[in-house]
């Protein structure tokens, strides 16, 4: 108290205030609790996100307590060991000897504050999981549909083919390759439409950029592997027909 006023600001206030700079010894007007009249900079601490529908952190600064008081604080205590939440009657014991009178409430460990505050988030990106999961199911079996009805389709070709001297392992690789080539398409389409969606999802993204290359590159190989999967049992089947019984057949 009485000293000249200061405050911390945090990295992204520093360089959205100052960029390219050194903000320290910068002045700055908060124009908040009696800091009306500017304070001097004498530290930057990292950012920090309050809420989590919003993966931007945001320019914060911090105010002196002694120089600032505020009508409620909140106090954070490090356990190495233990239950965190054993220790609540030796805090209240030690508050309660400091401020007489002093209420202690709303005590939670870290790691339910963190469950709280993120339980929204987590549940979103539970349900995206379990849709996209379920519609990569339903591209698995649509290309298991298209690549059986292909295969009964041109039984009489693959009759012919074997009679003249494809052996198996050929009917299978036209098969499996004519799936993927299928998977290559539908993938060309969804990843040009995912650019635009992502956008809306970007609340939901953490350090993660929209256009992230990794995440379109697992995704990509993730569907090739469906893709193969569901055309091996068509083309396993394909590769069963009997030139004889095919070209009878037709």
Same mark, same amino acid.
């Given at each position: 108290?009485?000293?000249?006023?200061?405050?911390?600001?945090?990295?992204?206030?520093?360089?959205? #205030?100052?960029?390219?700079?050194?903000?320290?010894?910068?002045?700055?007007?908060?124009?908040?609790?009696?800091?009306?009249?500017?304070?001097?900079?004498?530290?930057?601490?990292?950012?920090?996100?309050?809420?989590?529908?919003?993966?931007?952190?945001?320019? *914060?600064?911090?105010?002196?307590?002694?120089?600032?008081?505020?009508?409620?604080?909140?106090?954070?205590?490090?356990?190495?060991?233990?239950?965190? #939440?054993?220790?609540?009657?030796?805090?209240?014991?030690?508050?309660? =000897?400091?401020?007489?009178?002093?209420?202690?409430? *709303?005590?939670?460990?870290?790691?339910?504050?963190?469950?709280?505050?993120?339980?929204?988030?987590?549940?979103?990106?539970?349900?995206?999981?379990?849709?996209?999961?379920?519609?990569?199911?339903?591209?698995?079996?649509?290309?298991?549909?298209?690549?059986?009805?292909?295969?009964?389709?041109?039984?009489?070709?693959?009759?012919?083919?074997?009679?003249?001297?494809? *052996?198996?392992?050929?009917?299978?690789?036209?098969?499996?390759?004519?799936?993927?080539?299928?998977?290559?398409?539908?993938?060309?389409?969804?990843? =040009?439409?995912?650019?635009?969606?992502?956008?809306?999802?970007?609340?939901?993204?953490? *350090?993660?950029?929209?256009?992230?290359?990794?995440?379109?590159?697992?995704?990509?190989? #993730? #569907?090739?592997?469906?893709?193969?999967?569901?055309?091996?049992?068509?083309?396993?089947?394909?590769?069963?027909?009997?030139?004889?019984?095919?070209?009878?057949?037709?």
């Amino acid at each position: 108290i009485g000293a000249p006023k200061s405050i911390l600001v945090s990295e992204t206030a520093a360089r959205k #205030l100052w960029p390219g700079e050194d903000p320290i010894g910068k002045r700055a007007g908060i124009w908040q609790g009696g800091f009306d009249d500017g304070a001097t900079v004498v530290g930057i601490v990292g950012d920090v996100r309050y809420h989590t529908i919003d993966s931007l952190p945001l320019a *914060d600064v911090y105010l002196p307590y002694a120089q600032s008081p505020v009508g409620r604080m909140m106090i954070f205590v490090h356990t190495s060991r233990g239950d965190p #939440l054993a220790l609540t009657p030796a805090v209240r014991r030690v508050v309660s =000897g400091l401020v007489p009178g002093l209420p202690v409430f *709303d005590v939670q460990s870290m790691a339910t504050r963190a469950a709280v505050a993120t339980a929204q988030a987590r549940f979103s990106a539970f349900l995206l999981s379990l849709f996209a999961a379920t519609a990569l199911a339903l591209a698995a079996i649509g290309i298991y549909g298209v690549m059986s009805f292909m295969v009964t389709q041109r039984t009489r070709e693959i009759g012919i083919r074997m009679a003249l001297g494809a *052996d198996r392992a050929r009917v299978q690789r036209m098969v499996i390759t004519e799936g993927l080539w299928l998977a290559t398409a539908g993938a060309a389409l969804g990843v =040009g439409a995912a650019f635009g969606v992502t956008r809306i999802l970007r609340s939901l993204l953490f *350090d993660v950029k929209p256009g992230d290359p990794a995440t379109y590159v697992s995704i990509v190989a #993730l #569907l090739a592997v469906a893709a193969a999967i569901a055309s091996w049992v068509p083309a396993r089947r394909a590769s069963k027909v009997e030139p004889t019984e095919a070209l009878r057949a037709g």
